[in-house]
């Protein structure tokens, strides 16, 4: 089963700031996603990508195959931006779900 | 508007009582998934259906279970062999079971337990 791990756990800044979240995983994927859950609850899906690098606004996420690693960065964040950034992975072959890192918890101060 | 709708946002259980978490949705998909997230821990996986009147279990299947008669309708019940159900359950659909395509989330339904 693939673990996913990311870092950090918890992250600060000042508003303005650019952010970056990483992602690891154990086993080869044929997909990688980017989540955001807002302190309700709801998750938003930011990202699918299974090859180089996506850009949506001020979100850019990139995966690197080879190192099984995978980058969330904000630019220019916002207080809005502040939520829990999920990396999730799907390896392939199977219907059963995605394997999911535990979150990265991201407050941005005004 | 398209989307899955859970209900309800909160749900409290007595011991030893079974409760039924409602999961609807209008996009069309033929996949649903169901979620439980603890805190300090990435979501995992209860039951998924790819198709009506067909669902597998997950990870964590033991002490719930399922049913998918309509392709809009994935309810969970969280049975009384569930000994810790305190948690988030989130549902969530995919247009392809394979999950070529994104998954579409509900907002989740807070279990606590009284």
């Known amino acids: 089963k693939n673990e996913v791990e990311q870092s950090p756990q918890n992250l600060t800044a000042q508003e303005g700031e650019f952010i970056t979240i990483n992602c690891s995983y154990s086993?080869?994927?044929?997909?990688l996603h980017w989540l955001q859950q807002h302190p309700g609850g709801g998750i938003v899906s930011l990202f699918m990508l299974s090859s180089g690098k996506k850009k949506h606004g001020r979100l850019i996420a990139t995966i690197n195959i080879q190192e099984k690693h995978s980058s969330l960065h904000i630019t220019a964040s916002h207080p809005r931006d502040s939520a829990v950034y999920i990396c999730a992975v799907h390896s392939g072959g199977g219907a059963d779900g995605l394997t999911f890192g535990k979150g990265t918890h991201l407050i941005i101060q005004p | 508007d398209g989307g899955i709708t859970q209900s309800p946002k909160y749900l409290f259980r007595k011991e030893g009582q079974n409760v039924t978490l409602s999961c609807e949705q209008n996009?069309?998909?033929?996949?649903m998934y169901w979620y439980r997230q603890d805190p300090g821990q990435g979501l995992r996986l209860i039951y998924y259906s790819q198709i009506v009147n067909d669902f597998q279990k997950g990870d964590i299947a033991e002490g719930y279970s399922v049913s998918r008669e309509k392709k809009e309708s994935f309810p969970l019940t969280v049975t009384s062999a569930q000994k810790n159900p305190t948690a988030f359950y989130l549902c969530a659909s995919s247009i392809d079971p394979g999950l070529s395509q994104p998954q579409h989330f509900g907002d989740g339904t807070r279990l606590s337990i009284l």
């Open positions: 086993v080869g994927i044929s997909a």
């Open positions: 996009l069309n998909h033929d996949a």
